[in-house]
């Protein structure tokens, strides 16, 4: 999946997860206070901690005992 664009809801189908530092993938959609943050890149830092950057621009380090609600696309079978 292009890291640009959204899966359809006719390909995929969406499940509410909560992901942690070593279960977030690019695509996954977590939630802050209501609003929705796209990860568009995901970066492994030399301190153990991960950078994620989302569409919007905004970024956010996650440490190791985060645990974040998220939802995510998973492709129907």
């Keep these: 999946m292009p890291r640009d664009t959204l899966p359809s809801n006719k390909t995929h189908h969406f499940v509410a997860v909560q992901v942690s530092w070593d279960t977030i993938r690019v695509g996954d959609v977590i939630d802050f206070a209501g609003?929705?943050?796209?990860?568009a890149h995901v970066i492994e830092m030399p301190d153990g901690t991960k950078l994620l950057r989302f569409r919007t621009g905004e970024s956010l380090?996650?440490?190791?005992?985060y645990r974040l609600p998220a939802?995510?696309?998973?492709?129907k079978r």
């Design 35 to 39: 609003r929705g943050f796209g990860v």
């Design 71 to 75: 939802v995510r696309a998973v492709e």
């Design 61 to 65: 380090v996650m440490r190791r005992n």
